[in-house]
Every structure is written in C-alpha cells, then in structure tokens.
C-alpha cells in the first residue's frame, strides 16, 4: 500500500522507515521545508526551555551547546529528539499546548521558561504560561516555509501511477497545504479514493472539508500509532 508522507526532512525520512517495516511504500512529499534561523537565542534568566516540536530542538541545538537546562517537550516525539541531541532533564506532555502548560506549571522552574518556537505557531504557550503565573518568553528560531507543488511522485501516484492509497498527515497546516496542493495539481476528486491518516483529532478537523475515502486518527500522537490505525483501517475495509 502507498503512502504519501507530508513530513519535511528529517522527520520524513524517519517516518518512512517505520512505514516500510510496517508493510507499506512511502511516498515522500513534504508539504514543508524547514528554514532554521542564525542567531542563538539569550539564556540569560532562563530557567528552563520549552519545546513544541521536534525541529525547535534541532534549532536550539543547531545554535546553542547548552544540555543543561532541565527541558519539557509538547510530546513524546520531541521528548525522544531531546533526549537523543543530549538533554537528560526531560518532561513530556500529552501532545498539546494545554498539557504542556499543565506541566510546567506543576514543575516550578528558577526562572523563566524559554519557548523555542517556529513562526508558525498553533497555539501561544507563553500567554498560557503567563495565565498560570509561570515567567516566560519566546525565541523564534526557524520557520516551516510552504512547498510550491507535490513531488512528482506524489502527483504520478494521486494520478493512479501506481495509486497512492492514503497520505499521512501531521498538522493541521500541513493537512491544509497538502489539500491546497492537490488542488492545485487538479487532483482533489482523486481523494475520494485515498484514506486521511491524522495524528491527531485537530488534523481530522482540518481535512473534513474534503471527500477522502475514510479519516483515521492515531490512538496516540506518535508515528507507531498512525501506522497503527492506517494497518486497521486498510484490515477492515478489505473485509
């Protein structure tokens, strides 16, 4: 079964080779690239450092060589990028931005909790933060810059060469531009034949504006488990 992934690099790649071992041909065609910045941030009376995503890590990292900072992680998957780019001190939250601002707000930090943030944001942390008395700002440190077309074999395979039969979608920006994409590409009725795999309920929300084949949504927000539910939806619809 082909997949399209609409994940940008690293993160694609990743996710490709989860997807192979469990039985399926990925389709890369990321929706994003992601544009990191140049400046490291100031760590002056920071506390503690908030990441909502796995490339505010690889941004932090890429600028600074500071692992001391005890870290909280918006979810496991960025709990696990942390962790592996040499953080030890490492909470992660349920895969929100309230969970996150529910723990750090059970955590009391020495200072101010640093958000390293992307331009785009889905939800303003430090204003949550702020709510619950928690001292905090923001260093944007990369941006996620939209694509101008699917890859070629993403195009191909909506075209039925050979027929991709889901897509993968991640955010509820990138399940947007990836729909903008097909329809630019002229291939939006071609959906109707190709299963939505959602990390999660707010990227189904984002793709029901669309005549998909069916909308699944992972049980938790990781890559195992969108897999997961892809694998049952393909089981039972084939009987």
Not at 47 to 59: C, I
Not at 160 to 180: K, T, V
Request: charged share 20%; aromatic share 4%; net charge negative.
């Amino acid at each position: 079964m082909r997949i399209i992934v609409t994940r940008p690099a690293p993160d694609a790649e990743a996710f490709a080779a989860l997807a192979r071992t469990a039985g399926f041909e990925p389709v890369l065609s990321p929706v994003m690239a992601i544009d990191f910045g140049k400046a490291p941030p100031s760590l002056k009376g920071v506390g503690a450092l908030a990441f909502t995503s796995a490339n505010g890590v690889r941004a932090f990292c890429g600028l600074s060589g500071d692992r001391s900072l005890p870290v909280f992680a918006v979810g496991a998957m960025t709990a696990e990028e942390a962790r592996r780019d040499g953080f030890e001190n490492v909470i992660a939250a349920g895969g929100d931005v309230a969970s996150l601002t529910e723990a750090i707000a059970a955590a009391p930090t020495s200072g101010d909790v640093l958000h390293i943030a992307g331009a785009e944001r889905a939800g303003d942390l430090v204003a949550a933060l702020e709510t619950r008395g928690v001292g905090a700002r923001r260093a944007v440190l990369y941006e996620a810059v939209p694509v101008t077309s699917l890859a070629d074999e993403a195009v191909a395979s909506l075209a039925g060469e050979p027929a991709a039969e889901a897509a993968a979608l991640f955010s509820p920006r990138s399940a947007s531009l990836f729909i903008a994409l097909v329809r630019q590409a002229g291939l939006e009725a071609r959906l109707a034949d190709v299963v939505a795999a959602c990390l999660s309920e707010a990227v189904a929300d984002a793709v029901r504006g669309v005549q998909w084949k069916s909308v699944v949504i992972a049980g938790e927000r990781n890559s195992e488990s969108l897999l997961a539910a892809l694998a049952n939806e393909i089981t039972t619809s084939r009987g």
